[in-house]
């Protein structure tokens, strides 16, 4: 069974650092470009960041870019989300999520089940 | 970055409607459009890709149309399941954007 469950979520003061991962499991992770989905508490989703199979290219969007930085381990089956200089509007339930197809589609199946990223003072 | 507008935001239905959601872009970005389906507390789920294909194992209620900058998913007979809210997204360049989403109550 195909599975990404993320963790490494919590409640973080502004200004402060967090790092998520995902473990991935029952695929063969170093085929498939990942993804990194986040949805603000009430709120629709939010494309953060994109990461192809060998790393080779790397995408982020404007909201975190120079903030945050994702990685892959492929010996490990595990996708990251290196969070720095975190704001009160970075507060969101953060999704690992799997292109579909492993020629780097661009479409998300499957996603994992989310991790709660609270920023607080 | 490519802008997606949904509409309605909210839809109100009964079980047996046929239920239309539409989803502009605010550029052209070909058949690059995926539908997911979110239920609450829950991950979303991949419904359509590549604008009209199905998933497998989604039921055949579902269809998606359209190309260019004018997208629509219909839900041909609404089922009980169905109430949820749906989102959605394009994949024709990096940043990738999603819809705002289209709640489907319960009339």
């Known amino acids: 069974e195909v599975q990404l469950v993320e963790s490494g979520g919590g409640l973080v003061k502004p200004g402060g650092s967090l790092r998520l991962s995902c473990a991935a499991s029952g695929f063969t992770f170093s085929s498939y470009s990942m993804n990194w989905v986040r949805q603000a508490p009430g709120k629709g989703l939010e494309w953060v960041s994109s990461?192809?199979?060998?790393?080779?290219?790397?995408y982020y969007a404007d909201s975190v870019k120079g903030r945050f930085t994702i990685s892959r381990d492929n010996a490990k089956n595990s996708l990251y989300l290196q969070m720095n200089s975190l704001r009160a509007e970075d507060t969101a339930v953060y999704y690992c999520a799997r292109d579909r197809d492993s020629s780097s589609s661009g479409w998300f199946d499957p996603w994992g089940q989310g991790t709660l990223v609270t920023v607080s003072s | 970055d490519i802008q997606m507008t949904q509409s309605p935001s909210t839809l109100s239905a009964s079980v047996g409607d046929r239920v239309t959601i539409t989803c502009r872009a605010s550029q052209s970005i070909s058949s690059w459009l995926a539908w997911y389906q979110q239920k609450p507390g829950k991950a979303p789920k991949l419904l359509i890709y590549k604008a009209s294909s199905l998933e497998s194992g989604v039921p055949s209620r579902f269809s998606g149309s359209g190309s260019g900058t004018e997208f629509t998913l219909t839900i041909s007979s609404l089922q009980p399941d169905d109430f949820a809210t749906y989102y959605c997204q394009q994949y024709n360049s990096y940043s990738l954007t999603f819809g705002g989403g289209t709640k489907v109550e319960i009339k």
């Open positions: 990461i192809s199979s060998s790393s080779s290219y790397i």
